[in-house]
Nanobody
Framework: QVQLVESGGGLVQPGGSLRLSCAAS???????VGWYRQAPGKQRELVAA???????NYAGSVKGRFTISRDIAKNTVALQMNNLKPEDTAVYYC?????????WGQGTQVTVSS
């Protein structure tokens, strides 16, 4: 099982950009990794994911604005977020899934406000 540490959150104005990074303690080769978010009073939702084969999928609300990518050599998965909106405000979590385990990071806060 790998440990996950997110970074890159912060306060940004509407229309701005942030890049989140998820650093894994071990190899992410052949592992599904997703970014989730949870806003106050709402359920945690999938934002973007990248499969073990490298395919990506996105929530409809972020498609065209967010991009997920991975660097297998560095064991990191990034989430580039552009044209941020106030409704993107949430705690963002990295999630890794293996056939025998699931791991979550501690989360990083993203606040979009003027």
């Amino acid at each position: 099982q790998v440990q996950l540490v997110e970074s890159g959150g912060g306060l940004v104005q509407p229309g701005g950009s942030l890049r989140l990074s998820c650093a894994a303690s071990g190899s992410i080769f052949n592992i599904y990794v997703g970014w989730y978010r949870q806003a106050p009073g709402k359920q945690r939702e999938l934002v973007a994911a990248i499969t073990s084969g490298g395919s990506t999928n996105y929530a409809g609300s972020v498609k065209g604005r967010f991009t997920i990518s991975r660097d297998i050599a560095k064991n990191t998965v990034a989430l580039q977020m552009n044209n941020l909106k106030p409704e993107d405000t949430a705690v963002y979590y990295c999630n890794a899934r293996h056939p025998t385990w699931v791991s979550w990071g501690q989360g990083t806060q993203v606040t979009v406000s003027s």
